[in-house]
């Protein structure tokens, strides 16, 4: 049990700083090069081992799922943070920041209907949930649906602080701009080492 206590304490520090620099695709993260991204993934992958092991002792807890989520999530290793993110909702339905977060998977991943129908799934739950209307937003744009994606950046843009990370991916988005690709000097995608059990 001890070791699970300090497994769930180290992994909740880096948590908020995950989620942040993942729906912040106009952030610092992005903007990640060479080495620094290359020790990104390095720590991303020894995080998802970490993950991997508290779920093996307490994986009925939604919140490590979308943890290894957010860590598979750091590694673009899309197909597997789905798979967490869709776990996560199994044990804990409706939960509108997982919803949140499968989409912005959904759209990295390629999938821009299915992130929508996520983000609308979320807004139904939360109306004014400003990272959901960012997603439905950016799913939209991507999508080629500039004024329904317009709608949803200016709404953001009523809800939140005008110095918001959220308000500037919204002005981001009301200038046509999708979310920033990772750069050409960025590591490819990392298939996860070994760890991941489900």
């Not at 020894?46 to 989520?69: F, H, M, T």
């Not at 998977?105 to 821009?112: E, F, I, L």
Request: include cysteine.
């Amino acid at each position: 049990m001890n070791d699970e206590l300090m497994a769930r304490a180290a992994l909740r520090g880096c948590q908020a700083q995950l989620r942040a620099a993942y729906l912040d695709a106009h952030g610092a993260a992005s903007h990640l090069t060479g080495a620094r991204a290359t020790m990104a993934v390095e720590l991303a992958d020894k995080a998802a081992d970490a993950q991997s092991r508290a779920i093996d002792l307490k994986g009925n807890d939604p919140d490590l799922w979308v943890d290894r989520g957010l860590s598979y999530a750091a590694m673009r290793a899309w197909p597997r943070a789905i798979s967490d993110f869709d776990r996560a909702l199994i044990l804990r339905p409706n939960d509108v920041e997982t919803l949140v977060l499968r989409a912005a998977a959904w759209r990295n991943a390629g999938k821009p209907s299915r992130a929508l129908d996520d983000a609308a799934h979320a807004l139904r739950i939360a109306p004014d949930h400003s990272e959901a209307l960012l997603e439905r937003g950016l799913a939209n744009l991507v999508l080629g649906e500039r004024t329904q994606a317009n709608n949803d950046f200016n709404r953001v843009l009523r809800l939140v602080p005008p110095d918001s990370a959220a308000a500037r991916r919204a002005q981001a988005g009301l200038r046509g701009e999708q979310p920033v690709p990772p750069p050409a000097d960025a590591p490819p995608p990392v298939a996860p080492k070994g760890g991941g059990k489900r």
